[in-house]
Nanobody, 116 residues
Framework: EVQLVESGGGLVQPGGSLRLSCAASGFAFGSYTMSWVRQAPGKGLEWVSNINSGGSSTSNADSVKGRFTVSRDNAKNTLYLQMNSLKPEDTAVYYC?????????RGQGTQVTVSS
């Protein structure tokens, strides 16, 4: 059974940092491209970042370029999102996501709130 479990969210002031983690199990994590997506209150899902299976190639949405960094540790089956210079508009539930076996899987999400 594919499982994705996010953690690391919380309340942070504008300009602050957070590091999100996603623990993966039930599939060959190191063989799949993984993503982070987010959903702000009252809005749809927004793609944030991708990382290829080996971790050598990443891409980011324009809204987070230069501030967010996606990485992975395939030995630990874990995906990360380092978020710096956070803004109030980054407030959302953050999900890790994988397209595995022709299905899209997401975890339960972790809430990030940026507010003074």
């Amino acid at each position: 059974e594919v499982q994705l479990v996010e953690s690391g969210g919380g309340l942070v002031q504008p300009g602050g940092s957070l590091r999100l983690s996603c623990a993966a199990s039930g599939f060959a994590f190191g063989s799949y491209t993984m993503s982070w997506v987010r959903q702000a209150p009252g809005k749809g899902l927004e793609w944030v970042s991708n990382i290829n299976s080996g971790g050598s190639s990443t891409s980011n949405a324009d809204s987070v370029k230069g501030r967010f960094t996606v990485s992975r540790d395939n030995a630990k089956n874990t995906l990360y999102l380092q978020m710096n210079s956070l803004k109030p508009e980054d407030t959302a539930v953050y999900y890790c996501q994988g397209y595995i076996g022709r299905e899209i899987y997401r975890g339960q999400g972790t809430q990030v709130t940026v507010s003074s």
